[in-house]
C-alpha cells in the first residue's frame, strides 16, 4: 500500500550533494519489480493515489506496453557496500520517480501470479550507484 507522507519541498529538503549533482553514476538496465521499493520518507514526492494507480493496472493489462518509460532508482546498500552492476539482481532499489507504475505492476503480479511475460516482471531501469557506490541517504 502507499504511505502517507508530506509532499517533499525541493527547496528546504536537506540533500547529499551528489543527489542534486548530475555528474552522479547512472546505470540503465532491466530489472525484475519485485526488486523496486517505495523511497524512503525524504525522497517520495508524493502519496501514491490509488485511483491513479487503478487506472494504470487497467491500462497495463489491456497493453503492456502503454508504461514502458525507464523508473529512476537509487540503489540501497549497506554501509560499506559498493554497487556491482554485474550483480544487479542482488540489489533492491527505491523508486524516485513513476511511483505509480511501480505500485502497480507489484500489485499485478500480486493478483495474476500467473503473468510470467517480462513485460510484466522486469521494467527499464535508471539506477544511481553514487559516485563510489554509496546511497546518498545512508
Known sequence: MCKSTPPLNIYTTCYSPDILNLSF???VFML???SLREPP???LVRDCNEKVVSVLKEEIMLNPFSDVQPILC????KDGEIFDKT???GFLYH???E???RQALQEILKENPHLQSQVYT???CAAHGGKTGKTPWV
Not at 537509487?74 to 546498500?77: D, E, G, R, T
Open 25 to 27: 553514476i547512472c546505470y
Open 32 to 34: 525484475p519489480v519485485k
Open 41 to 43: 520518507p525524504q525522497f
Open 74 to 77: 537509487m540503489v540501497s546498500l
Open 87 to 89: 550483480k544487479k539482481e
Open 95 to 97: 523508486t524516485l520517480g
Open 99 to 101: 511511483n505509480h507504475s
Open 122 to 124: 522486469n521494467r527499464l
